[in-house]
């Protein structure tokens, strides 16, 4: 095994031993698996709903669910990273629903983190552009490609996951993420043709 295959080993089996204590019960070993993924599905969150506060208190509503369900987890095949996006998903989606309007991408200004006190202002001005024509373009693709792109992209699930947590098959996954990356790389092309 390479180096980098032996540390996803380590990873997973370190998240499948903290699953079958929270299984079990634990709280901090629950807590531990809180803090490796809050800030994915948060990012994930905030890149559907209106405002910061809006998604820290999705966020949290998807921890409390994925708490309270913890003991119906059964692995067969779904890793806890798709399972607990299965959980982010729908929160999302039901919160459109309670809320009746429809869904939004964060703007870019509280997506990035501050640079720190040494960067140049002018490459934070390019960065947060950049991020924003991202943002406007993605909002042209379909929830689903949004979803495929987060899962591969800001998830890092591989293909299999990815497949699992949106309950399609590999090659449907492989064809969304062909057409989202197509459809955003021409999206950004036309904005850079007038910009």
Avoid: C
Avoid at 148 to 166: G, K, T, Y
């Amino acid at each position: 095994m390479t180096g980098s295959t032996w540390e996803i080993v380590l990873a997973d089996r370190h998240i499948d031993r903290l699953v079958a204590r929270s299984i079990a019960g634990d709280p901090r070993a629950f807590g531990r698996l809180y803090d490796e993924y809050a800030d994915r599905v948060f990012a994930f969150v905030r890149g559907r709903v209106g405002s910061t506060e809006d998604a820290e208190d999705l966020t949290a509503s998807v921890f409390l669910k994925a708490w309270e369900a913890i003991g119906g987890y059964d692995d067969r095949g779904l890793p806890f990273g798709a399972w607990l996006f299965r959980i982010a998903r729908n929160a999302v989606i039901d919160s459109y629903r309670r809320s009746a309007r429809a869904p939004q991408l964060s703007s870019a200004d509280e997506a990035v983190e501050m640079p720190d006190e040494n960067a140049v202002v002018e490459d934070e001005v390019f960065v947060r552009l950049d991020l924003e024509k991202i943002r406007e373009a993605m909002e042209s693709l379909t929830e689903e490609q949004r979803s495929v792109l987060m899962l591969r992209f800001i998830w890092s699930l591989d293909l299999q996951e990815s497949a699992q947590a949106l309950g399609k098959t590999e090659g449907a996954v492989k064809a969304l993420q062909h057409r989202a990356v197509r459809s955003l790389a021409r999206l950004l092309a036309e904005e850079n043709d007038h910009g």
